[in-house]
């Protein structure tokens, strides 16, 4: 089958174990290419600059009923693009005013905002699709996650796109046909941050500009003043409002891994960084994950580095691949088996095996498609939402669990110490780590 053989409903019926179910008019009756009104969601866009922007773009065939944005001028491009679509400054009187109106909810704001945005679209029966981490806090992952489960008909995706990609599907299938045979250990790098962090707090005044709402963005987080330190863009250093490198690539970049090798949760986890800053990340860290035995495979352990940090080249890696910018700029992960090691970017994609006799041989004769192939992330999610099923990054399973793999990497970094988990419950066993680290409260008005 080919990559782009699999239909819509195909997938989300493969993906389920049942047939996607649709009450629509057919498109056959109305003539190709023509998508009936009942076939299309009103999505509600919280956050359209940056980042956001594409995830709007990526809803093309769907209703962009809503935008709303705290900047007016990252804001510009969608606002242009979908002239027709009401505008709003604060999501929560969007929901208040469209709640009726709309069917699903697309989040791509900053870190801190991602679980309060989620939680209250959740309890207003929406489907939500949520960027990547699914939330700052371990609290918040865990309540979002007991929240999705009580709603096993409204669709939640994270936006680790990565997941709904073919590399990711092919590095598993060729893993589990012992292309490297027993996987011992996970190397990822990334070039991230490429954002100022290992800063202090500005202490420069400033006033906010006037297409720019500070205390919406703030959002949940403490009181403080406005500084362009903050934002746009330069905020996922500082730990009130993003998660660091780790949590920017960390969802990419584990998420083959953590899928093919149900990695689950880790015993141990230490971090070494450079200098540590109270309110942001350091400029580097090298994360170490040991993670149990579980079924039938051994213990494994996975070495996260960033702020350009890389292991030593990797043997068999091809002479005109440059190390460890050559392949791939962004990020790389590396598989080391007991027979073997395979190597693929950030997002999964180019998997490719380093010894050039097996890659050779993999190309010829490829390991068959167990996992179905997705029709892409966005299409993924609103064929889920469509058919009352699940897409396969859900807050319910996947989505939580990676998200908290990466911020537990934070909390040892943030903790300064090593931690130890019961891979059973998920609880952090060992003394010392400060509770606000595993949630912390909320400034006065806002709630979970």
Not at 114 to 129: D, E, N, S, T, Y
Not at 236 to 261: E, K, N, P, Q, V
Not at 394 to 404: I, K, N, P, V
Request: contains cysteine; hydrophobic residues 40%; neutral net charge.
């Amino acid at each position: 089958m080919s990559d782009n053989a699999l239909t819509r409903r195909t997938f989300v019926g493969q993906l389920a174990g049942t047939a996607a179910a649709f009450t629509i008019v057919p498109r056959h009756v109305l003539g190709r290419g023509y998508q009936a009104p009942s076939d299309t969601l009103n999505i509600a866009c919280v956050g359209v600059g940056g980042k956001g922007r594409s995830d709007v773009e990526g809803l093309a065939g769907e209703n962009v009923y809503a935008l709303c944005d705290v900047d007016d001028r990252m804001a510009e491009a969608s606002f242009k693009a979908h002239p027709k679509a009401k505008r709003y400054r604060d999501w929560r009187e969007l929901l208040a005013k469209e709640g009726r109106n709309i069917d699903a909810v697309m989040i791509s704001t900053p870190d801190h905002t991602h679980a309060v945005i989620a939680m209250a679209a959740l309890k207003a029966g929406k489907h939500v699709f949520c960027q990547k981490p699914l939330a700052r806090t371990l609290d918040e992952v865990r309540a979002l996650q007991a929240e999705a489960r009580r709603r096993p008909k409204q669709a939640t995706q994270m936006g680790n796109q990565g997941h709904a990609g073919d590399g990711t599907r092919r590095i598993r299938e060729m893993v589990e046909a012992g292309a490297i045979g027993t996987v011992r250990e996970l190397h990822f790098w990334t070039n991230r941050p490429i954002w100022p962090q290992a800063i202090d707090r500005p202490v420069e005044a400033f006033n906010a500009p006037p297409w720019f709402d500070w205390n919406l963005w703030l959002g949940p987080a403490p009181e403080r003043p406005y500084a362009p330190a903050y934002a746009p863009f330069r905020w996922r250093g500082w730990w009130d409002y993003g998660t660091g490198a780790l949590g920017d690539i960390g969802c990419h970049s584990l998420d083959a891994a953590f899928w093919a090798l149900d990695l689950g949760t880790p015993s141990r986890i230490e971090a070494e960084t450079t200098r540590t800053y109270a309110e942001t990340a350091p400029r580097t860290s090298r994360i170490i994950y040991d993670f149990p035995a579980r079924g039938a495979r051994g213990p494994i352990r996975a070495v996260w580095r960033d702020g350009e940090l890389a292991g030593p080249r990797p043997a068999g890696l091809p002479e005109h691949l440059a190390w460890p910018a050559g392949f791939s700029d962004v990020g790389t992960q590396l598989w080391i088996g007991s027979d073997g090691m395979l190597i693929a970017d950030v997002y999964g994609d180019k998997p490719m095996l380093l010894d050039a006799a097996k890659q050779k041989a993999v190309e010829a004769s490829p390991p068959p498609e167990k996992y179905p192939r997705s029709p892409g992330i966005y299409k993924e999610w609103i064929a889920a939402a469509k058919a009352g099923t699940q897409p396969s990054s859900t807050f319910t399973e996947h989505a939580a669990a990676l998200t908290e793999m990466v911020l537990l990497g934070n909390l040892a970094v943030r903790s300064g110490q090593a931690v130890t988990l019961d891979p059973g419950t998920g609880v952090v066993t060992s003394a010392g780590v400060p509770r606000e680290l595993l949630g912390g409260e909320y400034r006065k008005g806002w709630v979970l």
